[in-house]
């Protein structure tokens, strides 16, 4: 990572800190000399500061897109018994690529969301955060992101898993909803 990437990235805290280059050819970082008093001229690594912005870069995602989620597979069973569809699960890892790429390129698609919300009951589980109900949790292989089509008793309909573009995703579930649609 060179120093134009790094000025890039602290640009908005770099008036807080000074470089310095002089323990062992690493970039170190130190407090301002504005920053009168609190550790002057104490020293820390690069990495330490990106720590404090992870969890900015983790959290910051909005892993609903515009999708109208369930709050959970009970309410969604419910709904979807008495609307008579599938309830779509999603599930995911906060540190899985492809999981990410659906909850920022594919649920935010316009048109994805509003065929999703108007033909299944969606549910979405971070699987590293959210305790996955015994019902989900026997269809899920462990791979991610996976995506559960479950029918309104229970029962597994279709499943995916893997990450695809907008339109090929919509094309994808709109064939799911077809297939249900003839079969009841």
Known sequence: MGIETLVKFFKPVIPLFRFSFKREG????????FQKGINRG?????FLVGLLFLPVTIL????GGKINWAMNYSVAKEI?????????????LTRCPPCRYLATKVYTNQQVADYVNK?????LYLADKDRLPIEVANYFTGATPTILFIKPNGELFYSFI??????????????INNRFKGNR
């Open 26 to 33: 690493k970039i170190l970082l130190g407090l301002s000399s």
């Open 42 to 46: 104490s020293h820390f690594p690069v």
């Open 60 to 63: 910051g995602i909005d892993w």
């Open 80 to 92: 979807a018994q008495k609307e008579k569809k599938l309830i779509f699960v999603d599930i995911a």
């Open 119 to 123: 033909n299944f009951v969606p549910v």
């Open 162 to 175: 893997g990450a695809k573009p907008p339109q090929f995703f919509l094309e994808t579930v709109r064939q």
